[in-house]
Each structure stands twice: as structure tokens, then as C-alpha cells.
């Protein structure tokens, strides 16, 4: 297996990093290319692959094109690359709001695969949702779960309108998590917790409630019950959320990113 990556950002380098580190390819298979000549001698010194300023010498040759660039130079990248794609190639792409048919047009290329990734990918603890076409064969299919499986887990869905509510959620997800982590923070700062103290309880909180929902096989709404006695401190708490609006808060938020998630494809 042999890939290209064309931009050099954060979830490019979260993909190098757990393909090499679970040794599922060589250095030498892998090349990047990026803008940022300053981004290209970092990754070249750190992981040892190849780099290159022209995306069509990076793409040359590489059974996988890895399109993760930002959506407002796609249209330059894809321009850049047209007629230069051998069919047997595949492209990946982890552009959010790029629908595959806009690739295949603007790349005149039939074997894509679209991925919504997130960031804590960079720890390997990513979820990725991935669709592909029907010119994509079983045997670049598997490699896509190799580059996936490297960043965390993988979910393949058969209609790409999930990669728009997989952006809204599991995209944006991690943002609504820290901004939930930074205020509840906050509150225990405000009541007299030192920081330090008031950080490791949320923390630990956080990461043992979700192992806990991965593992007991419980409805949340189960689980919250496990933890509100009546009349007592947490259900005072639960009423404050709900009275505030959480839950419908998240709502309106996963909706309104799911909004513009589709309104990019249309850009």
C-alpha cells in the first residue's frame, strides 16, 4: 500500500502517525504534500516520508490519494489533479461538506471514498464514518479499514447523507464534549474547588461515564437513574439542565452543524 497525502494538517498527520506506529506501512510508502514549506520539513523530519510542494508529484504513482485539505481550495487541488488520476487509483477524502459527486466531477475520477474523522484520532481513539462508490473493489475497501482502524474505529454506511450527520455529531462532537468539560470546570472553580483538583474530577468524571455506557449495555436514561436519588443532590442538579434547556440545546446545535455541513456541499 502506498498513499499520498495532499495537505499536511492535523488529521493528515494523526493518519501517518497510527499507520506508522501499528506498522502498517513503510515511511517510504507514504508522501505528503502541502503549501506550508515550513508543515512539509516538520512531517518529513518527524516521520520520515517523502514531501513534496507539487501535489501531482506526491499523488504519482500511489495507489491512494488522501484529500485533506481545507474545503476552500478544493476546487485549486481538484483542478491541479484532474486527468492526472489513473483509474486504479482510489481517492480518499476527509474534506467535510465535499459530496462525491463533486470529486468525481471536478477530479473526472470514478474510485472515491468519502471520511468524516475526528479529532481524537490523534490519539487513536477517532471514529470514522466512511462511504464509498461502486468502482471502489473489496480490496481497496479493506485498505481504507487499515488507514481507518489505525486512527481509532471505523462505521461504513451505504448512503453518503450519513456523512453530513456524522459530521454534525461525531465531527463536531468533540467540541460540544470540551465545551461541557471547560464549564463544568468552571462551576467547580466558582464554588471554591481549586483548578487543578476541579480539572481532575471532571476528567475522570467524563472518561469513566462513558466507559461505563460502553460497557454496562444500559439505556443512558438508565444509567443517570443509577445515579438520582430522590430529592437529592443530583436531581437538583438534573432539574437546573433541564430547566435550562440541555437537551434541547444539543439538539438545536447538532442540527444547526448538520445545516451547514450540508450548505458546504453546495458551496
Not at 466531477?105 to 484520532?121: G, K, Y
Not at 479493506?142 to 474505529?153: D, F, N, Q, S
Not at 434547556?245 to 438545536?252: E, F, H, M, V
Request: charged fraction near 20%.
Amino acid at each position: 500500500m502506498k498513499i499520498a497525502f495532499i495537505g499536511g494538517g492535523k488529521m493528515a498527520e494523526a493518519m501517518i502517525s497510527g499507520l506508522l506506529s501499528k506498522g502498517s506501512i513503510e515511511p517510504k510508502s507514504i508522501a505528503v504534500s502541502d503549501v506550508d514549506h515550513d508543515r512539509l520539513t516538520i512531517l518529513g523530519g518527524q516521520y520520515g516520508i517523502e514531501c513534496a510542494a507539487d501535489n501531482r508529484e506526491a499523488a504519482r504513482g500511489k495507489g491512494i490519494v488522501a484529500l485533506s485539505v481545507k474545503p476552500q481550495v478544493l476546487t485549486e487541488v481538484t483542478d491541479g489533479l484532474r486527468g492526472e488520476l489513473q483509474p486504479e487509483q482510489l481517492v480518499l477524502s476527509i474534506i467535510a461538506g465535499a459530496r462525491i459527486k463533486t470529486l468525481s466531477q471536478q477530479l473526472e475520477h470514478d474510485s472515491i471514498v468519502r471520511v468524516m474523522p475526528n479529532t481524537p484520532a490523534q490519539i487513536g481513539a477517532g471514529i470514522s464514518v466512511w462511504t464509498a462508490t461502486e468502482a471502489v473493489n473489496p480490496n481497496q475497501k479493506e485498505m481504507v479499514r487499515t488507514i481507518l482502524t489505525a486512527m481509532g474505529k471505523e462505521f461504513y454506511v451505504a448512503d453518503e447523507r450519513y456523512i453530513d450527520m456524522a459530521t454534525a455529531l461525531s465531527g463536531s462532537g468533540p467540541a460540544y464534549v470540551f465545551l461541557i468539560i471547560e464549564a463544568l470546570t468552571d462551576a467547580a472553580v466558582h464554588i471554591g474547588m481549586p483548578r487543578e483538583m476541579a480539572s481532575a474530577l471532571v476528567l475522570q468524571t467524563m472518561v469513566g461515564s462513558v466507559r461505563l455506557a460502553e460497557v454496562s449495555n444500559k439505556h443512558p436514561a438508565e444509567l443517570r437513574c443509577m445515579v438520582t436519588s430522590p430529592g437529592g443532590t443530583t436531581a437538583a442538579g438534573l432539574f437546573r439542565l433541564e430547566d435550562g434547556g440541555l437537551r434541547s440545546t444539543l439538539t438545536q446545535a447538532v442540527t444547526a452543524a448538520y445545516q451547514r455541513a450540508k450548505e458546504l456541499g453546495k458551496e
